[in-house]
């Protein structure tokens, strides 16, 4: 969990340093084909706003989704990281 909280810090100190917010933020996520993973990286960003754009591995097992949204805070940001986190088979870019 310390590695975590390091991360999440040194990330919150980079955006403060090289972003003034609100601005546009993109998130990339890689899933598993398997489950209902896209849905669930989908439901996080409903009702905000966010442009949403998945496109299939070469292979058919992994799903790419790129989402672009107004975000207001580096902590807002951090907040979306640790929802989406929790959705199984997820990697963060």
Do not use: C
């Not at 340093?17 to 601005?23: L, R, V």
């Not at 439901?43 to 949403?52: D, H, K, P, S, Y």
């Amino acid at each position: 969990m310390k590695d975590k909280n390091e991360f999440y810090n040194k990330l919150k100190n980079q955006l403060d340093e090289t972003t003034s917010f609100p601005a546009d933020y993109m998130y990339k996520f890689i899933v598993p084909t398997d489950e209902d993973q896209v849905a669930q990286v989908q439901a996080l960003f409903n009702n905000t706003g966010a442009v949403i754009n998945t496109k299939k591995s070469k292979t058919g097992k992994y799903i790419s989704v790129s989402i672009v949204l107004k975000i207001s805070s580096s902590n807002d940001v951090i907040s979306y990281y640790k929802k989406a986190e929790k959705i199984k088979g997820i990697i963060s870019l």
